[in-house]
């Protein structure tokens, strides 16, 4: 009986088999080359800063008036004001040049303290927030008790390039016969159009600031020294006088409010 010879028909088999799996592989390969993923950018539509504020009131306001980048022209803007109390919002479009007034579901108090989000097509914008507050007298005067009233003057004696005097007379007020001495103090609000400038710095005598006299500019209060005997306090029909030099230069002995 003759031998049956199948070694090179399960070789030839084999070699077959590795040509369609390479032939396969080869297939993938090219599937997974050709695809393409495809990627797109996302930016800003108008990228800057929103300008906000209202005008100088007494009273609760209603409204804030926006100036948004130019390009955000036709875009709607989406505004929160913050007075520390409330949160109040509104919508405007943004116009093609200048400023838009936006109605606020609420009131307000404006101050210089007020805090602005604005968002346009659903974006966050940069905000920035400017307030002129109403002016209050250029100086005013109380006591400790305020049964015992007193009074305040100020005349700006002269003026130069860097400073100002200040000559100020305070007169206890009261009406009655009582003659108990009662501390004084005296506001003087240097935002007044009667000063020059607001100061960065006070020389001067007669006077001490109050607490933290430089973050409330252009507002700041002053009582008297007390190393003067009674001159920090007033007596029926008293008066006392002090002396105030404002600066801008950043050099006082009283006060010097550049860091």
Same mark, same amino acid.
Do not use: K
């Given at each position: 009986?003759?031998?049956?010879?199948?070694?090179?028909?399960?070789?030839? $088999?084999?070699?077959?088999?590795?040509?369609?799996? @390479?032939?396969?592989?080869? @297939?993938?390969?090219? %599937?997974?080359?050709?695809?393409?993923?495809?990627?797109?950018?996302?930016?800003? =539509?108008? =990228?800057?800063?929103?300008?906000?504020?209202?005008?100088?009131?007494?009273?609760?306001?209603?409204?804030?008036?926006?100036?948004?980048?130019?390009? +955000?022209?036709?875009?709607?803007?989406?505004?929160?004001?913050?007075?520390?109390?409330?949160?109040?919002?509104?919508?405007?479009?943004?116009?093609?040049?200048?400023?838009?007034?936006?109605?606020?579901?609420?009131?307000?108090?404006?101050?210089?303290?007020?805090?602005?989000?604005?968002?346009?097509?659903?974006?966050?914008?940069?905000?920035?927030?400017?307030?002129?507050?109403?002016?209050? =007298?250029?100086?005013? +005067?109380?006591?400790?008790?305020? $049964?015992?009233?007193?009074?305040?003057?100020?005349?700006?004696?002269?003026?130069?390039?860097?400073?100002?005097? $200040?000559?100020?007379?305070?007169?206890?007020?009261?009406?009655?016969?009582?003659?108990?001495?009662?501390?004084?103090?005296? *506001?003087?609000?240097? %935002?007044?159009?009667?000063?020059?400038?607001?100061?960065?710095?006070?020389? %001067?005598?007669?006077?001490? =600031?109050?607490?933290?006299?430089?973050?409330?500019?252009?507002?700041?209060?002053?009582? %008297?020294?007390?190393?003067?005997? *009674?001159?920090?306090?007033?007596?029926?029909?008293?008066?006392?006088?002090?002396?105030?030099?404002?600066?801008?230069?950043?050099?006082? @002995?009283?006060?010097? +409010?550049?860091?």
């Amino acid at each position: 009986m003759a031998r049956t010879r199948r070694r090179p028909l399960i070789a030839a $088999l084999l070699v077959l088999g590795v040509l369609a799996t @390479a032939g396969f592989a080869s @297939a993938a390969s090219l %599937g997974v080359t050709g695809a393409q993923l495809g990627t797109f950018a996302a930016g800003h =539509p108008c =990228p800057g800063t929103l300008q906000a504020t209202t005008p100088t009131t007494t009273m609760q306001a209603l409204t804030v008036t926006v100036t948004a980048p130019a390009t +955000c022209a036709g875009r709607q803007l989406q505004v929160a004001v913050n007075d520390g109390v409330n949160v109040r919002q509104g919508t405007a479009t943004a116009p093609v040049s200048g400023s838009v007034t936006v109605t606020l579901n609420g009131a307000y108090t404006p101050s210089t303290g007020v805090a602005v989000d604005a968002t346009v097509s659903g974006w966050a914008l940069a905000t920035a927030w400017s307030y002129t507050p109403p002016a209050g =007298p250029a100086i005013r +005067c109380w006591t400790s008790d305020p $049964l015992r009233p007193c009074s305040a003057t100020v005349v700006v004696r002269d003026r130069w390039a860097t400073g100002y005097n $200040l000559d100020i007379t305070i007169t206890d007020a009261r009406t009655t016969n009582a003659n108990n001495p009662v501390p004084w103090t005296i *506001e003087i609000d240097f %935002g007044s159009t009667a000063y020059p400038f607001v100061p960065n710095a006070l020389d %001067g005598s007669g006077v001490v =600031p109050g607490v933290n006299a430089c973050g409330t500019r252009p507002v700041m209060t002053f009582t %008297g020294t007390t190393t003067w005997g *009674e001159h920090h306090l007033l007596r029926r029909d008293s008066v006392r006088t002090v002396w105030i030099q404002a600066r801008n230069d950043g050099t006082g @002995a009283v006060l010097d +409010c550049v860091p």
